[in-house]
């Protein structure tokens, strides 16, 4: 991970945002999608799963592997993202951001930042588990 590929994240984390707000606002904030539902509903919850999934391509596979349990398991009550999670996303890639641009300027001997691993993890928490499986398979 480095600072070009954490802000290729900051402006995935934005169109996320973005996709994640017009889903709630049309459809309710824990919405399930049925066979009944509007093509819309199943059209932005597919741009939403498909948008974490190219979040997950951009981190580590360690940070796939390994994610941390930093933040609540949304999908375990609702079927598809919500803003509020989708902020907290930014924020940990904006944290991100930081730690990369941290270690750019000052490096480790080790050549290795365990902030940065730290935050790849939390991000990778953050995605809805099919999506980090379906990344890590891909890195490998």
């Not at 300027?105 to 928490?125: L, R």
């Amino acid at each position: 991970m480095n600072t070009t590929t954490a802000l290729q994240l900051a402006a995935q984390v934005a169109e996320l945002t973005q996709l994640c707000t017009m889903f709630q606002a049309k459809f309710g904030r824990r919405y399930i999608i049925t066979p009944d539902s509007p093509a819309e509903a199943y059209e932005l919850h597919h741009a939403i799963c498909e948008k974490q999934a190219a979040m997950a391509a951009l981190l580590d596979e360690d940070a796939l592997l390994n994610p941390m349990k930093k933040a609540a398991e949304w999908w375990r009550w609702q079927g598809t993202m919500d803003m509020a999670t989708a902020g907290e996303l930014a924020w940990e890639i904006n944290h991100l951001v930081a730690s990369c641009a941290y270690f750019d300027a000052s490096p480790c001997a080790s050549g290795h930042s365990p902030t940065v691993a730290a935050a790849q993890e939390a991000i990778a928490g953050m995605l809805h588990p099919d999506v980090r499986s379906r990344a890590a398979v891909a890195v490998r």
